[in-house]
């Protein structure tokens, strides 16, 4: 039986996710004359990934020169995995929405020489001033309201989506003829810094519903922490030294953060302490990230001076990759009338099969985004399908399942870095028997299958075609 207290709303474009990818989109379509729902887990301007963060993004006005410097330096991390096209066509988009932000007032601040910085974008200010852009285009948004199933027409196209309202418990429903996916990545429960609502709803609606998930063998990123901390903004710890527990320097001959996880995850506690940034850098780094300095400042800590324990959480697909792949170059998916944006979408185009941070993650949310929410489908009335019948949620009444014991399950699975930091099947099976090395496949064939015969290379298929 139908649940009475069910909100029910029609639009042409809904969009799941309020982060920079969800509001993008939202503004791309309505600019495209659409009438657009923004539904949001959270409280948009506060919720998800870039809200509490600093994100670096790609501002690169359009000189090849730069560009190009910058593809190549990019290039060999991706194992090739990337897409040329795809990354000019981030830089080129991010490049102008980024000035679209500044061209609508948003108060970008300057260097000493007086000129604007554009590169990077401060989470809270930046999604503040995104929700009420997204109020200014006329956008109806949902706070607090999380989407749970995607709705389906008799023919397999995406009609909508349902999910209920947090505060009153009661359901929503849109009918909509899009839909965009814009979610967030997966960090299940990890606890990390904006991840809290990024459990990978998007992924499993997307994937209930026909579309398919590309390079979630990249999905195993940490970042590090203070022992105890949500905090994994690295900017800090590049004027870090790290010691073993007997005060002995951790080597890390390179790859620090591997050489640093490597420690951890035999189970050897691993020291930092901030001592190689100098008197004006400490001042400057207080200043420009005071979050990280909350979990010192309570354990009454100088981390400039005394060392402090640091441990790994699991920041998955936020910032590796992996998520729904993208089958054409306005983000849509297998599935008819659903399109995906951000974090939720696969971000292997540019990235390959590494992390994207430092720029490109930022920069693909606002291209994406915008790509996503100015498809032809952001026509008014344009492709609407059926009402997709009865929600599941609807059928099943008000009663939310107790969902904890399931909670748990991935959990265990997914966050401790000594199942997923370092893979082999040896470490995937018997966690707890100490780490082997990073290896192309994980799967334990012993570079017999045919993934590890050809590279990583081998897991991509149907790979997106972007704008020119
Ligand atoms: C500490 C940290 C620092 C970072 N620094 C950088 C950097 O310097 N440069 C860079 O490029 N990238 C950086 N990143 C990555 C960057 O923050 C993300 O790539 C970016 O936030 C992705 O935007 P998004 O809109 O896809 O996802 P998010 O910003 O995570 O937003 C997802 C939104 O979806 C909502 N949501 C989730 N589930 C549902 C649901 N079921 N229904 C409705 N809404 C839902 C959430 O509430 C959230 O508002 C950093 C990430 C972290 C964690």
Same mark, same amino acid.
């Given at each position: 039986?139908?649940?009475?207290?069910?909100?029910?709303?029609?639009?042409?474009?809904?969009?799941l996710g309020?982060g920079?990818a969800g509001?993008?989109?939202?503004?791309?379509?309505?600019?495209?004359?659409?009438?657009?729902?923004?539904?949001d887990k959270?409280?948009?301007?506060?919720?998800g990934?870039?809200?509490?963060?600093?994100?670096?993004?790609?501002?690169?006005?359009?000189?090849?020169?730069?560009?190009?410097?910058?593809?190549?330096?990019?290039?060999?991390?991706?194992?090739?995995?990337?897409?040329?096209?795809?990354?000019?066509?981030?830089?080129?988009?991010?490049?102008?929405?980024?000035?679209?932000?500044?061209?609508?007032?948003?108060?970008?601040?300057?260097?000493?020489?007086?000129?604007?910085?554009?590169?990077?974008?401060?989470?809270?200010?930046?999604?503040?001033?995104?929700?009420?852009?997204?109020?200014?285009?006329?956008?109806?948004?949902?706070?607090?309201?999380p989407g749970?199933?995607?709705?389906?027409?008799?023919?397999?196209?995406?009609?909508?989506?349902?999910?209920?309202?947090?505060?009153? %418990?009661?359901?929503?429903?849109?009918?909509? #003829? +899009?839909? /965009?996916i814009a979610t967030g990545g997966c =960090?299940? @429960?990890? &606890? $990390?810094?904006?991840?809290?609502v990024l459990t990978g709803d998007g992924l499993l609606m997307a994937?209930?519903?026909?579309?398919?998930?590309?390079?979630?063998?990249?999905?195993?990123?940490?970042?590090?922490?203070?022992?105890?901390?949500?905090?994994?903004?690295?900017?800090?710890?590049?004027?870090?030294?790290?010691?073993?527990?007997?005060?002995?320097?951790?080597?890390?001959? %390179?790859?620090?953060?591997?050489?640093?996880? #490597? +420690?951890? /995850?035999?189970?050897?506690?691993?020291? =930092?302490? @901030?001592? &190689? $940034?100098?008197?004006?850098?400490?001042?400057?780094?207080?200043?420009?990230?005071?979050?990280?300095?909350?979990?010192?400042?309570?354990?009454?800590?100088?981390?400039?001076?005394?060392?402090?324990?640091?441990?790994?959480?699991?920041?998955?697909?936020?910032?590796?990759?992996?998520?729904?792949?993208?089958?054409?170059?306005?983000?849509?998916?297998?599935?008819?009338?659903?399109?995906a944006?951000g974090d939720a979408?696969?971000?292997?185009?540019?990235?390959?099969?590494?992390?994207? =941070?430092?720029?490109?993650? $930022?920069?693909?949310?606002?291209?994406?985004?915008?790509?996503?929410?100015?498809?032809?489908?952001?026509?008014?009335?344009?492709?609407?399908?059926?009402?997709?019948?009865?929600?599941?949620?609807?059928?099943?009444?008000?009663?939310?399942?107790?969902?904890?014991?399931?909670?748990?399950?991935?959990?265990?699975?997914?966050?401790?870095?000594?199942?997923?930091?370092?893979?082999?099947?040896?470490?995937?099976?018997?966690?707890?028997?100490?780490?082997?090395?990073?290896?192309?496949?994980?799967?334990?064939?012993?570079?017999?299958?045919?993934?590890?015969?050809?590279?990583?290379?081998?897991?991509?298929?149907?790979?997106?075609?972007?704008?020119?």
């Open positions: 039986m139908a649940d009475p207290s069910t909100l029910t709303l029609d639009a042409d474009v809904l969009v309020g920079p509001t993008w989109a939202a503004i791309a379509a309505a600019e495209a004359g659409a009438k657009v729902v923004l539904a959270g409280y948009v301007g506060t919720s990934a870039t809200a509490p963060s600093n994100t670096g993004a790609w501002y690169l006005p359009p000189d090849p020169g730069r560009r190009e410097a910058v593809i190549a330096q990019r290039w060999p991390g991706t194992l090739g995995l990337a897409d040329r096209g795809w990354m000019e066509c981030v830089m080129e988009l991010s490049w102008r929405r980024i000035d679209q932000l500044a061209d609508s007032g948003y108060p970008f601040p300057v260097d000493e020489a007086g000129r604007p910085y554009r590169a990077n974008l401060r989470g809270p200010d930046y999604m503040r001033f995104m929700r009420q852009l997204v109020g200014r285009a006329g956008v109806r948004i949902l706070d607090h309201a749970l199933e995607l709705l389906l027409d008799g023919d397999g196209r995406v009609a909508g989506a349902a999910g209920r309202r947090r505060n009153s %418990g009661e359901i929503w429903r849109v009918h909509s #003829g +899009a839909v /965009v =960090a299940f @429960l990890s &606890r $990390a810094l904006g991840c809290n994937a209930e519903a026909g579309a398919d998930l590309s390079g979630m063998e990249f999905s195993s990123v940490y970042g590090l922490a203070p022992l105890g901390s949500a905090v994994t903004k690295g900017l800090p710890f590049f004027w870090a030294s790290f010691t073993h527990e007997d005060g002995t320097p951790v080597e890390t001959q %390179g790859d620090r953060a591997g050489t640093v996880a #490597g +420690a951890l /995850v035999q189970g050897r506690p691993v020291y =930092a302490v @901030l001592d &190689r $940034a100098d008197e004006a850098l400490r001042g400057w780094l207080r200043k420009s990230q005071p979050n990280c300095f909350l979990p010192f400042d309570r354990a009454g800590i100088d981390p400039f001076t005394q060392r402090f324990p640091v441990n790994l959480r699991l920041e998955g697909t936020v910032r590796g990759t992996g998520g729904i792949r993208l089958t054409g170059e306005d983000c849509a998916t297998l599935v008819p009338g659903l399109y944006a979408a696969t971000r292997e185009d540019i990235g390959g099969a590494n992390t994207g =941070a430092g720029g490109p993650n $930022a920069s693909w949310a606002i291209a994406t985004g915008a790509l996503a929410g100015q498809g032809r489908h952001a026509s008014p009335g344009g492709r609407r399908g059926g009402t997709g019948g009865a929600s599941r949620l609807e059928r099943r009444g008000s009663a939310p399942a107790d969902v904890k014991p399931l909670a748990s399950l991935p959990t265990r699975w997914s966050a401790p870095p000594r199942r997923r930091c370092f893979r082999s099947t040896a470490t995937t099976t018997a966690a707890g028997r100490g780490s082997t090395p990073r290896s192309p496949c994980w799967t334990g064939c012993g570079g017999r299958c045919a993934t590890a015969r050809r590279g990583p290379a081998a897991t991509r298929s149907g790979r997106a075609r972007p704008p020119r």
